[in-house]
C-alpha cells in the first residue's frame, strides 16, 4: 500500500463523459485504431462548450480521462499474462495509483458539446478529465479540415 504521505487531493474535476461501445474491460481494445476503430462520443459538461471552439481545425486530439473502475493498487504487473514482471510505470496498463488514461483520437466531428471521434480504448461512461489538440499537429501549421 502506498504511504498516505503520497496522496494528495489535486481538486480535479471531470469535464464530462465518455460514450463507447465497450461495457466490459475484455471489450477495449489494447490500444485504440484511429483509422478503423468504432465511432466514440466524447460530451463536455453544457456550461464548457465554448472550450471547445477551434478545435475542430485538428484531425487528431489528445484525450485524458479517469479510468474509474481500475485497480490502483498494482506496483508490478505481467504485461499479456507472461508471467514477467514489470514495474506499472513501464507499462500503459489501465492499472496504476492514478488511472489517468490518453489516448490520441481521429477528430471526425463536432456535435455542439460532443465530439465524434475514433481511437478510443476505455469502457463507456469513462469521466473525461481533459481534451488538447495532439501535440504534433500544433507544434506545426494546424491544417484547416475540409
Known sequence: M?????HHDVGLSF????????????????QGDATDG?????????ELEPALEGLERFDSV???????????????????????LRGTFSLRSPLRPNPI???????LRREGAALIVRGLDCLD???LIDLKPDRCGYTVQARPKG
Open 15 to 30: 469535464i464530462g463523459t465518455i460514450h463507447t461501445p465497450f461495457k466490459a474491460r475484455g471489450q477495449c481494445p489494447r
Open 62 to 84: 489528445e484525450v485524458l480521462y479517469w479510468l474509474h473502475l481500475a485497480r490502483r493498487d498494482l506496483l508490478s504487473q505481467s504485461p499479456r499474462g507472461d508471467g514477467a
Open 38 to 46: 468504432p465511432d466514440c462520443r466524447i460530451v463536455v459538461l453544457s
Open 125 to 127: 461512461g469513462t469521466p
Open 101 to 107: 488514461g490518453t489516448s490520441r483520437v481521429r477528430l
Open 2 to 6: 502506498l504511504d498516505t504521505a503520497l
